[in-house]
């Protein structure tokens, strides 16, 4: 995604919008640096800019209503280990079992997104990943013989 795209999404969303997803776009780009970054066209979250790895999800950021901005994070909804290391932290901004909500991106607690995001993403990689390596590595089924 160039910056001019991520800009695109920034068309309808209020300055505090504007600031906290440029925000988070710099924190997830700079620490998930293997993941794909596009805007979803689908039917859930659509237009909120998705960071994937092999087409699944594991974050996503966008505005919500006119004055919140929300960070979907796989990696916390999957991990207890991230839960109880941060949940305290989050617990005012959970807005879901991934999803946090806030209006500035300067009340979060930056040191627990940052370890959220480093520690979560190579785990959700590798989850993601093994099975597509797994399927590639089996040998073609055999036909049989009809001799």
């Known amino acids: 995604m160039t910056d001019e795209e991520f800009e695109e999404t920034l068309v309808e969303c ?10 988070l776009r710099l924190l997830t780009r700079s620490n998930a640096q293997v993941l794909r970054e ?15 790895a092999d ?33 305290e932290a989050l617990a005012t901004f959970l807005a879901g ?11 979060l607690p930056l040191e627990a997104l940052t370890d959220i995001i480093r520690r979560g993403t190579p785990v959700m990689v590798a989850m993601i990943e093994e099975p597509a ?13 009809s001799d």
Not at 38 to 52: A, E
Not at 97 to 107: Q, T
Not at 133 to 145: E, L, V
């Open 14 to 23: 209020s300055d505090d919008q504007v600031d906290s997803l440029r925000a």
């Open 38 to 52: 596009g805007v979803n066209p689908g039917r859930w979250l659509n237009g909120y800019v998705f960071y994937s």
């Open 55 to 87: 087409g699944q999800m594991i974050y996503a950021i966008g505005p919500k209503g006119k004055t919140k901005t929300t960070l979907h994070m796989m990696p916390y909804y999957g991990s207890p280990l991230l839960q109880e290391r941060h949940g």
């Open 97 to 107: 079992k991934s999803c946090i909500a806030f209006r500035k991106y300067s009340e």
């Open 133 to 145: 390596r797994a399927k590639q590595a089996r040998p073609p089924a055999r036909r049989k013989n």
